[in-house]
């Protein structure tokens, strides 16, 4: 079965730098890979689907890439209201859903 | 717009069953699959099933295959997950989320998600 890997565990920058996630699979999958944020207390909503479409209402700054087994997903310029947990997830011996562990980005 | 509401938080005994919904607004109920998945406290996201709105037939992963039911009130546009024999094992939030078209291809992401349903088993 397909594993989703996140790294790095916890990242912590400062208001206005930029965040690089990473999610690779054990083995190579489809495009149609999707990124959801999660705040503290609230349920995990759409980022990025389709490996680098920008859900409805999601602002610019978030953008994602990659193909294959590597998938990036960037917030260019961080907000405090970034801080969250984020998540990749991909289909498997479909409708299966996988998701990687998340990683978790603080704000300084 | 497009919205899912799930019912309230539940505490349950061990060995216990528990029912949550899962009520959809917004759009057509029978176009699109219902996901549920869980999230134990501090840990990640994990998948229970997909409901098919249209049959009520369910696809369950391995692990919840002999516990969980999943069904559906077309008439009311609410989709519920019913788990059984309760372990402690099993305290998680349980999300309800819209995923693919039952006809056609695609969308293949989650979205939207409800607010979650805390269920607790505790002696």
């Known amino acids: 079965d397909t594993v989703l890997t996140q790294s790095p565990a916890t990242l912590s920058l400062s208001p206005g730098e930029k965040a690089t996630l990473s999610c690779k699979a054990s083995?190579?999958?489809?495009?149609?890979l999707a990124w959801y944020q999660q705040r503290p207390g609230q349920a995990p909503r759409l980022l990025i689907y389709?490996?680098?479409k920008r859900a409805t209402g999601i602002p610019a700054r978030f953008s994602g890439s990659g193909s294959g087994t590597d998938f990036t997903l960037t917030i260019s310029s961080l907000e405090p209201e970034d801080s969250a947990v984020y998540y990749c997830?991909?289909?498997?011996?479909?409708?299966?859903?996988?998701f990687g562990g998340g990683t978790k980005v603080e704000i300084k | 717009q497009v919205q899912l509401v799930q019912s309230g938080a539940e505490v349950r005994r061990p060995g216990a069953s528990v029912k949550i919904s899962c009520k959809a607004s917004?759009?057509?109920?029978?176009?699109?699959?219902i996901y549920w998945v869980r999230q134990a406290p501090g840990q990640g996201l994990e998948w229970v099933g997909r409901?098919?709105?249209?049959?009520?037939?369910?696809k369950l992963a391995p692990k919840f295959q002999d516990r969980v039911t999943m069904a559906r009130d077309t008439s009311s546009s609410t989709a519920y997950m019913e788990l059984a024999r309760l372990t402690s094992d099993d305290t998680a939030t349980y999300y309800c989320?819209?995923?693919?078209?039952?006809?056609?291809?695609?969308?293949?992401?989650?979205?939207?998600w409800g607010q979650g349903t805390l269920i607790t088993v505790s002696s």
């Open positions: 997830q991909q289909r498997s011996n479909w409708p299966a859903l996988i």
């Open positions: 083995q190579i999958v489809s495009s149609y």
């Open positions: 389709d490996a680098s």
């Open positions: 917004g759009y057509s109920f029978t176009d699109y699959y």
């Open positions: 409901l098919s709105p249209t049959g009520g037939g369910a």
């Open positions: 989320v819209r995923g693919e078209r039952v006809r056609g291809i695609g969308p293949f992401h989650l979205d939207p």
